[in-house]
C-alpha cells in the first residue's frame, strides 16, 4: 500500500514540474530546468528540454562507456541514458524514488540523464550569469556554460551538448 503512495507522489512530483515548464514565462534572461545531483544546484537550458520522467529499470547495453546506464523504451523511442555522476567523476549512487530521468536533445539526439531530483524551472538574467573560473571544482568545467546567481543560491549551468558529444554519438538509437 505505501508502494502505491510513494509511486503517487512521485508522480504528483513530476507533474508539478512538468506544470512549472508549461506555465513558465521568460522575463529578459534564459529559462532553466535545475535540478541536484548530490547537493549541488545544476540547470540545463528549458528549450532542450523534451520531458521529465520518474527513474525505472534500464536494459544495459554492452561495452558502452561506464556513464551510460542503459536504455529506454519511452512511447517506441529508444533512448540511452546517462549518468551525470560518473560523467563528472563523482561516486555512483543507487537511484531511489525521488530519481527522475530528464529527456532532452543534444546534437540532433534525444538522451536522458538521471538526476536525484527536480528543482524547478528558474528565469535566469544574463546579468547573473558568469563564466565559470577556471580553478579546482568538482565537475569539468568544459561542460559549464556558466555559473547563475539567484539571491545567495548559486546554480551551474550545464551545456549538455559538450557533455554528450562524439564520444557518445555513436550510441544514440534515436535521432
Known sequence: MSELVD???KRSEVTASLMNLLNSSTQGGNQYVTFNIGVVDYGIDIKAVQEITAYRPLSRLPNTPPYVKGILNL???VISIMDPRIKFGLKEVVFNKTSVIIIFKSLDN???M????????????????EKPAD???EINTKFVDGIGKIGEKFVIILNIDKMFS???TGLMVNK
Open 7 to 9: 509511486k503517487k507522489n
Open 75 to 77: 512511447r517506441g523511442n
Open 110 to 112: 534525444t538522451i536522458g
Open 114 to 129: 538521471i538526476v536525484d531530483n527536480i528543482s524547478d524551472v528558474m528565469t535566469i538574467e544574463k546579468k547573473y550569469i
Open 135 to 137: 580553478v579546482s571544482t
Open 166 to 168: 562524439n564520444e557518445v
